[in-house]
């Protein structure tokens, strides 16, 4: 190995393992939002999620998503061994990075996706379809998505761009999150004579803490797109930074105006909200523009979690509809208006606009599609919701037969 490939297998396998810590970051934030009577079981379903993503995309979804492209749809090999296989992918790489760390470094992406659902879905949703919801999602839904975008399909080659996942993989999984809440329907006594009723997480600070790993980890994640270590993916860290801070700040005023207290859970989903809309454009917008990015998806956050809450009467104990869900629809939008080099508040016209909203379409779409043949399949024959009374006990109890704390 030279000493550029060298430094970019480091780099990328750096950027894995920050990635990697996201993971404790959603297990933190889901649990610490919800009550103390889920907390093994949420933190078992993010364990989840990795372990079993990770299998499932070595040995199907990898296929589907980089394989060799077949009309602009979907990868037709590079299954149950892509390393044995003599791909497209692997000559792209054209030694600039060694294939078993670019497999490392677009699993982690692909368990990312599916660890979002698990938010909104908490604490009634059955372990075992879970599971099965997790297999699905990472061995077909998403990489299918990211075969359009990455893998050669037709999204890319019509010009759309989505440079660390705002579409490919936050709207994919903030739009599954959405039909598994509906499908499951909400927490008991969270809705009452039509009328929104909180349901307080049981620790605030394993929430914010939460946060802040998951910004840590964003660090691997918009860098660590440039699959290289050189100017791109420092520029990215600046922007990526910009971006959180500006949704943190928004949020926490937004909320302090409309509920007369700064909310410190509003603050952590602002961020986030903020990291997620800046990953489509975070090598092609400005610094300002990065901040107003963040700053829209601070605001936009707050809105959405009321507006569906209080609304639509959907039950998102973790607010992770509206962070990845509408951020990531904003995220993919955002870059046709602010790409320093494509975008029509730079003069380059409305075609990268045009571009963005039919991705943004197409992602949505084929997205709810999926999730709601899963979430319906599951639903009519192993079933998706826990009896009432594990409920009002509590997962812990009742699915594993312990508690996260004892007295």
């Not at 992406?109 to 059955?126: D, K, L, N, Y």
């Not at 297999?135 to 839904?141: E, R, S």
């Not at 791109?232 to 971006?243: D, E, G, K, R, S």
Request: charged share 10%.
């Amino acid at each position: 190995m030279d000493v550029v490939m060298t430094g970019n297998n480091i780099w990328v396998l750096t950027a894995s393992v920050l990635v990697f810590i996201m993971q404790a970051g959603f297990a933190c934030c889901e649990a610490g939002f919800a009550r103390s009577k889920n907390a093994t079981n949420i933190w078992l379903k993010n364990f989840c999620d990795f372990s079993i993503g990770a299998i499932v995309f070595y040995l199907i979804g990898f296929g589907f998503m980089y394989g060799d492209d077949f009309g602009g749809i979907i990868g037709i090999n590079g299954f149950l061994n892509p390393f044995d296989q003599d791909l497209q992918v692997w000559a792209g790489l054209d030694g600039s990075l060694d294939p078993h760390i670019y497999l490392l470094f677009q699993t982690m992406f692909c368990a990312t996706t599916a660890t979002i659902i698990s938010g909104a879905v908490a604490e009634r949703f059955e372990f075992k379809s879970y599971l099965i919801v997790i297999i699905v999602m990472t061995g077909f839904v998403y990489p299918v998505v990211g075969h359009w975008v990455w893998g050669g399909g037709w999204l890319s080659q019509l010009g759309f761009a989505d440079f660390a996942g705002s579409g490919v993989v936050h709207a994919c999984g903030g739009v599954a999150a959405l039909l598994g809440s509906v499908m499951v329907g909400a927490r008991i006594g969270k809705y009452v004579d039509g009328k929104s009723h909180a349901i307080p997480g049981h620790n605030i600070p394993m929430g914010i803490l939460g946060g802040f790993l998951l910004w840590v980890g964003w660090y691997g994640f918009n860098p660590g797109s440039e699959l290289a270590f050189d100017n791109v993916t420092m520029y990215t860290t600046i922007t990526t930074t910009l971006a959180g801070s500006g949704g943190t700040l928004a949020a926490l005023f937004t909320s302090w105006i409309a509920f007369k207290k700064p909310d410190p859970t509003m603050a952590v989903n602002g961020a986030l909200g903020g990291l997620v809309a800046i990953c489509t454009g975070v090598a092609q917008v400005s610094y300002i523009g990065a901040l107003i990015i963040g700053a829209v998806a601070g605001i936009l956050v707050v809105g959405s979690i009321w507006f569906l809450d209080h609304k639509l009467h959907v039950d998102d104990p973790t607010g992770c509809i509206s962070i990845h869900g509408a951020c990531g629809i904003w995220g993919m939008l955002s870059t046709g208006f602010l790409s320093t080099e494509t975008g029509l508040f730079y003069g380059f016209g409305g075609a990268q606009l045009g571009f963005q909203v039919i991705g943004a379409l197409s992602i949505v779409g084929f997205t709810a599609l999926c999730a709601w043949i899963i979430f319906l399949v599951l639903k009519k024959t192993i079933g998706i919701r826990v009896p009432r009374e594990t409920e009002l006990e509590g997962l812990d109890t009742h699915e594993h037969n312990m508690s996260a704390y004892v007295i």
